[in-house]
């Protein structure tokens, strides 16, 4: 018996660098469209006080959190029967932040290893979204935007750091290819504050959901 597709479906995972907006979209989308959110496990994260403090110590530790956290979510989405929008990927926690913690010296080589192995290993049975939006905004706004929301374990984030990120996040939009890529400067689109941007970025994501008018089967 062949089990029926839900071909309206549709998975949207939202990237992009700390402070950026990830959640507050993530409410957006939820709302405008119907969709099951499916938040970052930040504040449940027990090492993550403890990483901002000496993250050469506990950056394996927050790191291997996040992933196997994600992975959960990862498959509840899969098995979610209605359409889905995540915070935050489980793509960026291998190719943004742990690999930025190795290339500073912060994570060691043999724990980047195990960390990369278990990801790679996992990675090939995921399916990917229908559509990854990407929230790029500068160190600038990154910093107003930590400031405001006032988490106390994030006081200390440098610019340095968060530069770093930046282009760690930009050459992997860069080279991502497993589905289509919906960029939003979030220096200039406020869809925290302003309707008419939020109205934007809405009819965006529809627009980049929408399939070609016209499709056609080819013999193989």
């Known amino acids: 018996m062949i089990t029926p597709v839900n071909t ?25 469209f119907g969709w099951k959110p499916f ?31 994600r992975l959960q979510h990862h498959r509840q989405l899969v098995d979610h029967p209605g359409s889905v929008v995540q ?3 489980v793509y960026e926690d291998a190719e943004i932040f742990a690999c930025n913690l190795y290339q500073q010296g912060l994570m060691s080589e043999r724990d980047y290893r195990a960390y990369h192995d278990l990801y790679e ?27 405001l929301r006032g988490r106390d374990y994030e006081r ?7 530069a770093q990120l930046n282009a760690l ?32 970025v809405i009819d965006g994501v529809r627009d980049a959901l929408r399939p070609a008018r016209i499709q056609v089967l080819r013999q193989p």
């Open 39 to 69: 938040y970052e496990a930040v504040d449940e994260n027990p090492y993550l006080a403890d990483f901002y403090e000496d993250m050469t110590r506990w950056s394996f530790h927050s790191q291997v959190f996040f992933l196997s956290r």
């Open 121 to 147: 290993g996992i990675r090939a049975f995921l399916p990917p979204p229908d559509l990854l939006i990407y929230l790029k905004g500068s160190v600038e706004t990154l910093l107003s935007r930590i400031r």
């Open 8 to 32: 309206d479906k549709k998975f949207v995972a939202i990237a992009g660098n700390i402070g950026i907006g990830k959640s507050t979209l993530t409410s957006i989308l939820a709302e405008a």
């Open 169 to 200: 996040y930009d050459a992997w939009i860069e080279r991502w290819e497993s589905c289509p890529v919906l960029v939003v400067p979030a220096d200039t689109i406020d869809f925290q504050h302003n309707a008419a941007a939020r109205t934007l």
């Open 87 to 89: 915070d935050r990927s």
């Open 156 to 162: 200390e984030i440098s610019p340095q750091y968060l």
